[in-house]
């Protein structure tokens, strides 16, 4: 099974996919994700991306379809959560035919809608503990004990600088202007399904659950 998992930062995308990729066995593809980890490795499309980042430009359409056709190649377990791509009409093309010659479909786009007002006071109130990284938040989950991580115990935490207000209009838009292209494609084709992100994280996963089981 391959999905696109669509919706803004902090809509919730990533701990959803955490909890695919636990239940079902299916592998995240964050193309910037991907492209660190190629250009790390040295792989022959890391090195294409890593000359073309190191001269100030854009990774092109090309390379990033490259980068997903290379980890496709490399296994999927129970299927692909697509996240970050396809952005483009052209990459939604590019990413039927990568299917196409390994013989699979794209079978779901789930986009998680959020409410934008909500999404700020969400991305305001988000810190992490420094050393293992669990998340908080300052209204929706605070540690049991004031000021000590639930996990492992650290009494040091950190927010992330852009996570402030203007930064998230910011990304609303810019969301907004990448999506408006693809979701047509899908639609006509039946394959979108809406989920409000701004329920609890359980009311989400099992709204997902209901759409891949033919019942959403």
Do not use: W
């Not at 050393?131 to 115990?153: A, E, I, N, Q, S």
């Amino acid at each position: 099974m391959n999905i696109i998992l669509l919706g803004p930062p902090g809509a919730g995308k990533g701990t959803q996919a955490q909890r695919l990729m636990t239940t079902r066995g299916m592998v995240q593809l964050s193309t910037g994700d991907m492209l660190r980890a190629a250009v790390k490795a040295g792989s022959p499309v890391g090195l294409q991306a890593k000359a073309v980042m190191d001269a100030g430009q854009l990774v092109s359409d090309d390379i990033v379809s490259a980068l997903i056709g290379e980890r496709l190649d490399q296994g999927i377990g129970g299927g692909a959560i697509f996240d970050g791509y396809p952005r483009t009409a052209a990459q939604a093309e590019a990413l039927d035919g990568l299917l196409e010659a390994r013989d699979q479909t794209l079978d779901f786009v789930i986009e998680l809608e959020v409410d934008e007002a909500a999404l700020i006071e969400r991305v305001e109130g988000r810190y992490t503990c420094a050393r293992c990284g669990t998340g908080y938040h300052d209204r929706f989950k605070l540690p049991k004990v004031p000021g000590v991580c639930d996990v492992c115990g650290s009494t040091e935490f950190k927010r992330r600088p852009d996570d402030n207000a203007e930064t998230v209009r910011t990304r609303m838009q810019e969301y907004r202007a990448k999506t408006a292209p693809i979701l047509p494609i899908y639609q006509v084709r039946g394959l979108v399904h809406r989920v409000d992100g701004m329920a609890d994280i359980e009311h989400v996963a099992q709204s997902i659950d209901a759409i891949l089981a033919g019942r959403g």
